[in-house]
């Protein structure tokens, strides 16, 4: 069982900066692949970022990459999400989510637990 709680969320102007963070429970954090995911109002949930379970793999959303850095310590448990240059399309509810496999971490489907997600708001 993983307990996953979000962190960081706010409101940022058009071109800053926000970093999230998931803080996990649980001893077997160290093996689980991490992602985030975000929702927007009226839209589906879409994937943003995810980190294999070592931090040697990492995978981004096109929209996404070259912006946003997912980054995994294991020693604190905890996972985050830099997020640079944000757009107002950005703007969304950001959950993060932490799956035991290894493939396919862009589908939600692969997740088994997740946090309650973050509001993200970047004001134009």
């Known amino acids: 069982q993983v307990q996953l709680v979000e962190s960081g969320g706010g409101l940022v102007q058009d071109g800053g900066s926000l970093r999230l963070s998931c803080a996990a429970s649980?001893?077997?954090?160290?093996?689980?692949?991490m992602g985030w995911f975000r929702q927007a109002p009226g839209k589906e949930r879409e994937f943003v970022a995810a980190i294999s379970w070592s931090g040697s793999s990492t995978n981004y959303a096109h929209s996404v990459k070259g912006r946003f850095t997912i980054s995994k310590d294991n020693a604190k448990n905890t996972v985050y999400l830099q997020m640079n240059s944000l757009k107002p399309d950005d703007t969304a509810v950001y959950y993060c989510?932490?799956?035991?496999?290894?493939?396919?971490?862009?589908?939600?489907?692969?997740?088994?637990?997740w946090g309650q997600g973050t509001q993200v708001t970047v004001a134009s």
């Open positions: 989510a932490a799956s035991n496999g290894y493939y396919s971490l862009n589908y939600y489907g692969n997740y088994e637990y």
């Open positions: 649980g001893r077997t954090f160290s093996m689980y692949s």
